[in-house]
């Protein structure tokens, strides 16, 4: 599956600006740059960014409400760095091994390094807001607390949270830098605090369906497409969506294989295997797709007071249609 | 040894300030009151909160040049938050287990709300920074990076790093935030530029006063008084300035020794004990003792430069002499 127009847009305009802000000759800087796919581990250019949604999403804000696209650069990058600087640290916290098909950096530099690097972006992300101006980088802040918090929150859960705790967690932790580029979209296009409010609505709405949809890839994704392995989520015993509605739907035999499951150390790919079937007969992965749908309609009833351009509603349509079905 | 009026002057503002920004119901944001010194583990109120030497700083350096002292408190909590959250993620890096008397962070939390809750504290101090001015808010996020590079380079470098590479090193690990103080203290009272670069310099000579003292207390200091376990820095095998200085001087057994024990896996006491002797007999503590007087010095040739009160040089003059001689 292609990426969209309006990722494709100002991915390279990103990818260089990403590049001139990390340059840099010390180790750290290097960390940095392999970690946003813009090298590999021995300084080799690669073409390996993300998706860069987030900073796309400020620059096709600006773009449409006639604000300077060039001009808004520091401000989009800011929000790609914080969201960078949280994996970083994500994936020490989880022990992932994999991202985006690579090494996670504390795999390759160690823990210690690790929480430097991510420390060091975090900075990093604060100058290029700053750039932009005080209200942008005051909204980055705001929203960099909101979403460690949300980190937060999802480690102290227990087991049995709920859908609406799972979207509380989730508007934090995913929803908080979506609205926020949203938002510095809207402040570097000077847009009025009515319509800065309608963007950030939209991006609470897009914050859960991106969310929803990554949870479905983290237990029914291909690990090729996702660059981590197959049912990870599961044996990480991590609280998704999925997980939480078969919980709140379980009985009986179902109940007792889900809990324990979820309550061993250690969980055996033949445990992955029976908590997929599990939610699959309880119907998690349709309640799932169907969220992401919903979610993302929710969001283009709301883009119907944004003024979209022809072909900002074109685009903004294809992304829609991207989110909803992307399998990385 | 009791505080010296500088630090007290400001003590009861800065916490007080400190326990309003740190308000907050999640867990995260307990933790963070528990690093500070506000409350125990329990939630429960306690005296705790450390020297607050670099809000101090900038408090008193606004003052002396007229500024508005209560305003300039965000700026102050700024940099103190900035300190802190550096302070949490160091624990873990180097698997601290005291810090201040009272067990770390990581080591009640865990490693991962750990790393959330340096992450927060660095976004807040951010938030506190901004309320100063974007000015002000600037000149921490450019100390914070500068911080972590050097926080970095100390993880970085191999034995033998030579006392250049040394203070290049302690310039950016603590120098960098120390600097900032009498920058920002600066920058809040609206001084020139010429008087901001003659304090950054006087907050570089403290800078490395500080950290020297600091290496000499991880090794001859009391454990009761550090609250950290004597010795610790050598069983750590931390680059403090009397290992360099040895390193660069030690000729013969006594640097078959160093080089032994700096190459092993486990340090044990009687290791300790000979790196000690070994430190002794080639005059290291000598030496650190005497660039801590010297840097100090320096600082006050550079404060004559400084329109300080009669009362203000005095009560500079009474912390440097705390500086020099300080226990904890």
Known sequence: MNLPRLL???????????????????????????HVGLEDSQGKPIEGVGKLLR????????????????????????????????LIHDDIEDRDLMRRGRPTVWS?????????AGDLMQAMAMSQALIAGRAEAKALSEATAEMIEGQ???????????????????DKKTGALIRCAFRLGALLAGASPILEQTLMAVGQEFGR??????????????????GKPQGSDIRQKKKTLPITVALARAVGEEYTILHQIYGKEEVTDTDVGRVIAVLEKLGAKDVGEKMVTDHLSHANEKLRNVPL???GKEEMNELIDYLARRER
């Not at 808004?72 to 760095?81: D, F, K, T």
């Open 8 to 34: 494709l847009r100002y991915r390279a305009l990103i990818t260089e600006g990403l590049a001139k802000t990390l340059h840099g000759e010390s180790s750290l800087h290097a960390i940095l740059r392999y």
């Open 55 to 86: 900073p796309s999403l400020v620059l096709f804000v600006v773009e449409e409400l006639c604000g300077d696209v060039e001009k808004a650069l520091p401000g989009a990058l800011s929000i790609e760095l914080t969201h960078n600087f949280s």
């Open 108 to 116: 390759l530099y160690g823990v210690e390094q690790g929480i430097n």
């Open 152 to 170: 937060g929150l999802d480690l102290e859960f227990e087991e049995e949270i709920g859908i609406s705790h799972y979207l509380e967690m989730v």
């Open 209 to 226: 369906a991106f969310q929803i949809r990554d949870d479905l890839l983290g237990i029914w994704g291909d690990g090729v497409q996702t």
């Open 309 to 311: 351009s022809a072909r």
